[in-house]
């Protein structure tokens, strides 16, 4: 009778053990937390071959960066951009955890779900394009690396950079080549990222006027 008795108290124990184990999981560190952000765009060479453009870097380029910080990643006070009408720029995007360790990579090794619009220019006077590798080296595109052409000359206008999480399924509705402007990112189901917002003037050559 006690051998009964100890048996059923070390399967009850077993039992007990197991369900605090599955309703107590430990809980999944968050590699998208995002404790600040840097936009920089870095003035390139762009040779157009018709079906594709080639971009290398210059010397002494023009650089223009911006740093995001805070709860809603405000810029500085007076933070403006200026790009040069005729001029190509290769963007980076860079963000930092809460650890403050670079972990923008994690948006591109998880390209089927990340999504980056550019939005607020005037239409027709950008065009850009994105070059994001995976950390194995696979082309895809997610918007943390690109290039942007600047075609005409625009007043000042709010730059927004959005970099959407999409749900499963989302991003194969998304075109990656003409979709990057699109306006209307809400019908790709999912939710923002980042949202960053920044003063752009598009100028012609020399003319940095404030």
């Known amino acids: 009778m006690k051998t009964n008795i100890f048996i059923l108290f070390i399967l009850s124990t ?3 053990f197991q369900s605090c184990t ?3 999981p430990t809980p999944e560190t968050d590699q998208e937390d995002v ?3 840097t936009l920089t765009f870095t003035e390139v060479k762009a040779e157009n071959h018709g079906d594709h453009i080639d971009y290398s870097e210059i010397t002494d380029p023009e650089v223009e960066s911006v740093e995001f910080s805070g709860n809603q990643f405000l ?3 007076g933070a403006h951009i200026h790009l040069e009408v005729g001029k190509s720029y ?3 995007l860079k963000v930092k955890d809460f650890a403050g360790r670079e972990s923008q990579q994690t948006f591109i090794d998880r390209a089927d779900q990340h999504f980056a619009f550019l939005l607020g220019a005037p239409q027709g006077s950008l065009s850009a394009e994105y070059a994001d590798k995976t950390t194995a080296g696979e082309k895809v595109k997610v918007g943390v690396v690109g290039y942007i052409t600047v075609l005409k000359k625009s007043e000042s206008f709010t730059f927004r950079y959005l970099m959407r ?3 499963p399924g989302a991003k194969a509705n ?3 080549t003409t979709d990057i402007f699109n306006t209307d990112f809400n019908k790709f189901s999912g939710a923002n990222d980042l949202d960053l917002k920044v003063e752009v003037h598009l100028v012609e050559e020399d003319e940095h006027d404030h």
């Open 14 to 16: 077993i039992l007990v």
């Open 174 to 176: 998304i075109n990656t």
């Open 75 to 77: 810029p500085p006070v």
């Open 22 to 24: 599955k309703d107590d």
């Open 35 to 37: 404790s600040a952000a």
């Open 90 to 92: 290769r963007f980076n």
């Open 165 to 167: 999480h999409l749900n």
